[in-house]
């Protein structure tokens, strides 16, 4: 058995690897911020309660949904898998913008978990369900 056959075998587990990590990452980053609405949340950004509490809602769905969506082997799996990493993209970049302005011109772009974040749900969302 060579390599390429070991890892070509290996390699529909790298997809939910990839999707499981994404997931969790953001069912954790929302989890955090609970019970809502998320009173330091809310005071860091000044938003309000009925923006902050949505805000939390999409990082925890759009990770629940990531995971889910592997399971689901046809149209609804795709679009489901699109839809929540559309909805992680939108949410780091805010993230950047509101958050992060600064990393823009110095290495911690690059150092942080955010730009994973942000890459992988790019990947998500341009491949969708396919392996």
């Known amino acids: 058995m060579n390599i390429q056959t070991l890892f070509g075998k290996l390699k529909p587990y790298s ?3 990839l999707r499981i990590f994404l997931g969790i990452a953001f069912i ?12 330091k949340f809310m005071q860091y950004f000044n938003f309000g309660p009925l923006f ?3 805000i939390v809602i999409c990082e925890i769905f759009s990770g629940v949904f990531l995971i ?12 489901l898998t699109r839809f929540a ?15 992060h302005q600064d990393w823009f011109i110095n290495t911690k772009l690059f150092t942080s978990e955010q730009i ?3 890459t992988i749900g790019f990947f998500f969302f341009i491949n ?4």
């Open 128 to 131: 969708g369900n396919s392996q």
């Open 116 to 118: 994973f974040l942000i």
């Open 52 to 54: 902050s509490s949505f």
């Open 28 to 39: 954790i980053h929302g989890a955090e911020k609970l019970p809502l609405p998320p009173e």
């Open 68 to 79: 889910f969506a592997f399971f689901i082997k046809n149209w609804v799996g795709n679009l």
């Open 85 to 99: 990493a559309g909805t992680m993209i939108i949410i780091m970049i805010c993230a950047f913008y509101l958050a």
């Open 15 to 17: 997809y939910f690897f």
